[in-house]
């Protein structure tokens, strides 16, 4: 009989707030975390908004000479960690059979911008010692490894927007297959830089609705004009039903399911109709004995294609199709994050009994004609949720989670 794999702990923090709570609690009252860009000068780039944090201290979660050590994803990711760890409350535990699965989509290009100007203009040898290891993906993982002293597996998933939920997925197989008995899942992203907008603009995949920052990003809607780039981190832990149980751990969910396939069609644009994202549900599905689920939070980007062909996938999917939202209105989109923090938001529906809603649809598409929870929040019973995710490269992820009585 196969492992059971529970969650036990979660942290968050996206631009709605600092925190699971605070954020989870923005989100739900369709507030917007999106505003003018302040981390650099954006002002001759075609798109000056983002999601960006406010008030984050890295100093809370790294030492202050630590800091220059670890690009801002990394921090991010720190403290997403930090806080999940300390809900999880595990005590004394076994650091071999403890690993970590993290996940972004592209790391440190703040760090690898800097230090490409730096060589350029001033000379190699002004290029910081610390740029490698503050930029590479995988040393998201190595400083929360190195922080709590988790020996286990230490992987990285490097999928793009689907990052995340691979993450989770790589995460329940280590245990599933006995090479850990607890995985720490941590999902970071922040590329919000003079590159990063210029490279995702020059693509034309970002909303250019400067004038009009908290109603930019509109998944599902009819004038969206693309995504809102957001940055952010969610954590989670997992273990074993029987050790949560053993040791009365609080269980908020239980991952019963997890799905991931490849478009094989086009380096940006999703399969027509969607056909590799309903491949990735029907195996989440599957897998966990179910025909349908109570709510679905979309990958929902606020693209043109996206949100057209993720519509198309559930519609041919589903016999019953639940209600559905994306989130990415109220924080952007945070890329190789995205699928971290909204497992975390789609447990929280769970155990809140509300869900969230999709914001700014005003106009609704009259070919995405489902409901995804217009503007305001909805009180719900939910046992079951399912969270997607698709990335650039035509990388697909979907997972579903399940209230634990």
């Known amino acids: 009989m196969l492992k059971r794999v529970v969650v036990t702990g979660m942290g968050m923090i996206n631009s709605a707030g600092l925190d699971k709570e605070s954020s989870f609690k923005a989100i739900v009252e369709g507030k917007c975390g999106i505003k003018r860009i302040s981390l650099f000068d954006a002002s ?5 908004i983002a999601g960006e944090i406010e008030g984050f201290d890295p100093e809370s979660v790294l030492d202050g000479k630590e800091v220059k050590k670890a690009d801002r994803f990394i921090q991010l990711g720190l403290k997403a960690a930090q806080d999940a760890l300390k809900e999880a409350n595990l005590g004394e ?50 400083f929360v490894s190195i922080q709590y002293g988790l020996k286990g597996p230490n992987l990285a998933s490097v999928t793009a927007c689907a ?65 809102v780039m957001g940055e952010g981190a969610g954590a989670l832990v997992l273990e074993t039903y029987e050790d949560a149980v053993a040791r009365g751990a609080k269980i908020y969910a239980e991952i019963i399911g997890f799905g991931e396939s490849g478009d094989a069609n086009h380096i940006t644009t999703p399969a027509p109709e969607g056909e590799g994202a309903r491949r990735a549900m029907a195996a989440a599905l599957k897998m966990a004995g ?11 980007t606020s693209t043109k294609y996206n949100d057209l062909y993720e519509t198309m996938a559930i519609k041919s999917l589903f016999k019953v199709i639940p209600p559905i939202s994306s989130t990415k209105g109220q924080i952007g989109h945070c890329l190789g994050a995205a699928g971290a923090i909204e ?19 005003i106009s609704p598409d009259p070919e995405c004609d489902l409901d995804y929870i217009p503007n ?10 399912m969270s997607n995710s698709f990335g650039f490269g035509g990388t697909n992820g979907s997972i579903i989670f399940k209230k634990v009585d």
């Open 376 to 385: 305001v929040a909805r009180k719900a019973d939910i046992t079951t949720a």
């Open 343 to 361: 497992a975390v938001i789609s447990i929280m529906a769970i155990n809140e009994g509300i869900l969230p809603p999709t914001i700014n649809q």
């Open 44 to 48: 001759n780039h075609s798109v000056t």
């Open 163 to 227: 990052a995340g939920t691979h993450a989770i997925g790589e995460a329940v197989k280590t245990i599933v297959l006995g090479g850990a008995d607890k995985m720490l899942v941590v999902g970071a992203e922040s590329t919000i830089c003079d590159i990063g907008i210029a490279g995702f603009a020059s693509m034309r995949a970002l909303s250019t609705r400067n004038d009009d920052p908290l109603r930019a990003s509109r998944p599902f809607d009819n004038e969206r004009d693309g995504f």
């Open 93 to 142: 535990f076994d650091h071999d059979r403890f690993g970590v699965s993290s996940a972004s989509g592209i790391g440190g290009l703040p760090n690898i911008e800097k230090n490409a100007i730096s060589s350029n203009t001033r000379g190699s040898k002004k290029v910081s010692p610390f740029f490698i290891p503050s930029a590479l993906i995988n040393m998201l993982g190595g």
């Open 290 to 300: 179910l025909t349908t689920v109570d709510y679905i939070n979309a990958h929902g």
